[in-house]
Every structure is written in C-alpha cells, then in structure tokens.
C-alpha cells in the first residue's frame, strides 16, 4: 500500500466497503511498462478500472485506450481521448455499436471470425482491422478461456478476406491470459503472429501492427518477475522473428496499470465459529464475490489481507461476502490467516484491488451498494 493510500485510510471515518485508488501509483505503472517496452503504443484496457479519473490521468500521461464496448468508447472520448487513439478490440460487437465508433472517428477494430468481418466491413467501411489468434495462456491465473481468437491459418484467410471487403488488413493480436506470470507464452504467441505475417506478406498483404494484448501480472500473495523481464523476452523474441523490420508493437495492459494502485477498506460483519469447520473461523466481510472481488472465483486471484492495528497470534480463516448467495465465499481451500482476536466491527485491508473490482461489483444484489470509489 502507497503512502498516501495510508494516510488516507487513517485520517478519517471512510465507509464501508470502500475502494481507494493512488493515481500516483497508476502513473508510475505506466511510466514501467513504458520505460520495459519503449518501442511499443500503450493502449490502457478500460475494462481493468473505466473511472474517469484514471483515464484522464492516463491521457494525461500519452496512454491510448483499448475499448470493448461504446460505453468505453465514450468514457474515453468523454476525457478527450482522440479516436483515433482508440482501438475497439473486442471481437464481438453490435453493428450498432461499430458504426457509432466508426461515426466519432475510431478505425481500428478486432474479429476473429468471418461473421464479425463482414459486420465491421458494413458498419465501418475502410477501416483498419486486426486479426486475433487463439494462443496458449498457461501460466495465467485468470485465463480468458477458449471464448476468442483463431488459428493462423484462418486469420491469414480472414485477413485476405478483409481486404477483399474494402477494408485494411492491418495486423494481429493475441492475449495470453491474464496474470500471466511467464515470458513463455508471449513469446510462443509472438512465432505464431510472425508466421501470419509472412504468410501474408507472400500473397501480397504487408502487415503493420503486432498487438501484442495485455496479461502483464501484479504482485498479490507470490512474487512475479519484474516487468522489464517480459519487455526483454517480448523485445528478443520479436527481433528473432521480425528482424530489422519490426512491426509497430501495441500492448494492451490492464491489470499492471491499476491494480497495485488500490485498497479495499472494508469491515468484518461476523466472525464465528460454525461446528463443521471447528478448525478455522469463518470471516464475513462487507464485501464478497458480489461487491466486486469476482476474480476470486475458482479462488484464481489471492489478494493479500490485513487487519491493520490488531496485534497478537494469527489464526486460520474461511473468508466470505456479507451476501445470502453460497457461492459468496472468496477463500475456503487457499490458507488465510487473521488476527484470533478478530470480531464484528474491525476493519480488514484487502490489497492490490485497483483492477476488476469496482468494474465488477453487482448493483445492489441483497441491497448491498457497491465499493465506494475515491480516487486521490
Ligand atoms: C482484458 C483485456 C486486456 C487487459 O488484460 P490484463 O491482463 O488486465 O492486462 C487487454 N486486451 C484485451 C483484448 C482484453 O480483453
């Protein structure tokens, strides 16, 4: 936690459940992965924290913006983002929605299937299009499943396809998942991307952009490689595969920009014992699976968690959401320790919840509010 998220957070009465974010420490995420990939455009993934006070710090800074919805695309252009510092990356969207970006000057949109290249084609004529392949996402925490992207073979058909429609092939993306702790997958991803390129360069079509995605991991519980060892392993592998004609590079972070820039300050409404667990309390926070810690689904992302100003032995505990759902329950198999001296009323810190929590959080499902949003 920042130095300023601390004073904050002890200066005063805050309500519960509350998210704070240090816009500082987004600025300084940015500045990293800058200063770990100079060659590459920084397109911020809105998805991760869509507040307008991070995007326009982020435009402030010379960041782009990957969008997935007009929603997104409005938020961006509402802060002033130029639109054509806005690529509309998602592969599935309402032709509504393509020909409203395509209307306020955005021309860079995703697919990944034919159906979506003909929507695109008709609502946005003439526009730039990049193909996304499906690649390996081991070594991800939270995976975004089989749901996009396709083979090589089929993105070079797609993208010979595109200009056959009016449209500019401009090149291919990919994500490896995101919380991807390894540099393997990104450079298994990027020889899949050259083999697009050089296939089409021999049918006549020149590629240009190389998308590379997001992925990039923030530290929770475990320590993660630093970010400059995936720009040298990203950097080396394009070299390899592109030589002196590199492509322009595109990243797509989200996570690594916002995440470590938040605290969720929260309160504990019970801690009990119940009979068939007499090993562990069961901890109910003000905040749960619904207030926006999704990403604890599957127990996939492990924030780390403290009880700030309790002293004396720790022991272990069941953490859940103040809801009446039973899915409500973040950590149940993951071991968790807290204070033994812990009750009803104290106040627990969950950490690093800067990316997906706020943009998660459900709008009042058994009445309860979603984390209240300051931005410092
Ligand atoms: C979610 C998403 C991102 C951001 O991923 P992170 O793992 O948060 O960096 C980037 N690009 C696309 C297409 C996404 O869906």
Redesign the pocket.
């Known amino acids: 936690m920042t130095p300023k998220l601390a004073r904050f957070i002890d200066s005063g009465v805050l309500a519960t459940p509350a998210i704070v974010i240090d816009l500082d420490r987004i600025a300084a995420n940015f500045g990293a992965l800058r200063e770990a990939l100079p060659d590459a455009a920084i397109?911020y993934?809105v998805?991760?924290n869509p507040a307008a006070p991070v995007l326009d710090r982020l435009l402030g800074l010379g960041s782009r913006f990957?969008a997935?919805s007009i929603e997104e695309i409005r938020a961006c252009l509402a802060v002033g983002a130029a639109p054509s510092a806005i690529s509309f990356?998602?592969?599935v969207k309402k032709s509504s929605a393509i020909a409203e970006a395509f209307a306020s000057g955005v021309d860079l949109f995703?697919f990944d299937s034919d159906e979506e290249l003909a929507k695109i084609a008709a609502a946005a004529p003439g526009a730039k299009v990049y193909c996304?392949l499906a690649v390996s996402q081991d070594g991800?925490d939270?995976p975004?499943s089989r749901k996009?992207g396709t083979t090589g073979a089929h993105a070079r058909d797609l993208l010979i396809t595109a200009r056959d429609l009016g449209l500019i092939p401009h090149g291919v993306?990919f994500?490896v998942?995101?919380?991807?702790t390894g540099v393997g997958a990104y450079q298994t991803a990027i020889g899949q991307a050259a083999m697009v390129f050089s296939d089409l360069r021999a049918r006549g079509i020149d590629l240009r952009l190389l998308?590379l995605?997001?992925?990039?991991?923030t530290r929770y519980r475990d320590d993660i490689p630093a970010i400059g060892t995936f720009g040298d392993a990203i950097m080396t592998s394009v070299r390899a595969h592109f030589g002196n004609d590199l492509p322009d590079l595109l990243?797509?972070?989200?996570?690594?920009?916002v995440?470590d820039a938040g605290v969720a300050v929260t309160e504990v409404v019970l801690a009990c014992t119940r009979r068939e667990d007499s090993d562990r309390r069961w901890v109910y926070l003000d905040i749960g699976r619904f207030g926006g810690l999704a990403e604890t689904e599957g127990e996939a992302i492990k924030y780390a968690i403290t009880a700030p100003g309790l002293t004396g032995p720790d022991a272990p505990a069941i953490l859940a959401g103040p809801s009446c759902d039973g899915v409500d329950v973040m950590y149940r198999d993951t071991p968790y320790h807290l204070p033994a001296s812990l009750k009803s009323g104290d106040r627990i810190l969950i950490h690093d919840t800067g990316?997906?929590v706020t943009s998660y959080a459900s709008q009042g499902f058994n009445g309860f509010l979603p984390p209240q949003e300051h931005y410092l």
């Open positions: 397109y993934a998805k991760a990957d997935a990356g998602n592969t995703a996304r991800a939270w975004l996009f993306s994500h998942g995101s919380q991807q998308n995605g997001g992925g990039f991991p990243i797509e972070p989200g996570r690594a920009v995440a990316a997906y």
